[in-house]
């Protein structure tokens, strides 16, 4: 506003000088003027007709330039005031438009995620039900509808995978699983279905190495150890695979079926004081199984 009215000042200064300029101007051809040479009869009359028609003139050049600035000046005025509440006005709507935006985001909002999560509690423990009696389609249309709803649902990825996998659509769920993994990399229910997947499709070096991945993870689970031991021990790989049944053995002392397969795989690598331990351990757990004798004997050959 304050450029504004310095404008406005300045073009009015200008219009004043202007009009000084022009009657001194005037004034100084008029007095240049010889009426001397006019004859005496119309002398006094024609000077001042001649000094009449030039002040006249010279008022109407005058005004002529004040109106011509005064009405760019109004031009100028009202382009900038139509702007400015134009502006205005706009700025005002937008302020408005974000206001409402806010209150209708406050207003819907809570009930906006509240309805969504409701919806994806009862859609999972629909999806759930479905994959326990075996109403797969049903559940893998639960499980879709929450991942619409919920792109990075965990569960909802692993549980859509267990259908795949229960219905053996080895490839789709193994797509799903690897995506599960890429939205958690420390999956284990993943890894470990991979490595099943992986088992089942004879790709035994994959499954290990999907199994060791869930044993780093979570070294407490001693059916990860002994899986690792039974793919080893395929694979003809005899120092590893007692490696895993030894970890999965310190996990169960007790386990018979572990101590067995810890005799077996300490008399492969010959091993006999680990063989002596196997054997001690299986007479104390289950003095009655018959593979007792057979171990003593294969124990003894050995050096």
Do not use: C
Not at 35 to 64: C, F, W, Y
Not at 95 to 102: G, M, N, S, Y
Not at 144 to 150: E, H, M, Y
């Amino acid at each position: 506003m304050f450029v504004f009215l310095i404008i406005v000042g300045t073009l009015v200064l200008i219009s004043a000088s202007f009009l000084v300029w022009v009657m001194i101007h005037s004034w100084s051809r008029l007095t240049l003027l010889d009426v001397n040479n006019l004859p005496e009869v119309k002398e006094s009359q024609k000077k001042n007709d001649i000094l009449r028609r030039r002040a006249e003139a010279a008022q109407l050049k005058t005004g002529k330039a004040v109106k011509k600035i005064s009405s760019r000046a109004g031009m100028f005025l009202h382009i900038f005031w139509s702007n400015f509440q134009t502006h205005f006005r706009q700025a005002v709507d937008k302020l408005e438009h974000t206001l409402l935006d806010i209150r209708r985001k406050k207003m819907t909002e809570p009930r906006s995620i509240l309805d969504r999560n409701r919806q994806i509690r009862d859609l999972m423990t629909e999806a759930h039900a479905g994959l326990e009696t075996q109403a797969f389609d049903a559940a893998e249309k639960a499980f879709i509808a929450v991942i619409s709803l919920d792109p990075k649902n965990n569960s909802a990825y692993q549980g859509l995978g267990d259908v795949y996998f229960a219905e053996k659509h080895f490839s789709e769920a193994r797509e799903t699983y690897r995506f599960l993994l890429h939205l958690d990399k420390r999956n284990e229910h993943a890894l470990v279905r991979l490595a099943e997947i992986a088992e089942a499709d004879g790709a035994l070096e994959t499954a290990v190495e999907y199994y060791q991945q869930a044993v780093l993870i979570n070294d407490s689970l001693s059916i990860r150890f002994y899986k690792l031991y039974e793919l080893l021990s395929t694979l003809h790989q005899p120092e590893t695979a007692l490696t895993a049944i030894q970890e999965a053995l310190a996990l169960e002392p007790q386990n018979p079926k572990y101590i067995d397969n810890f005799i077996e795989a300490s008399i492969l690598v010959g091993n006999k004081t680990l063989a002596e331990d196997g054997y001690r351990r299986l007479r104390m757990v289950n003095p009655e199984n018959q593979k007792l004798a057979i171990f003593r004997e294969r124990i003894d050959t050995l050096a």
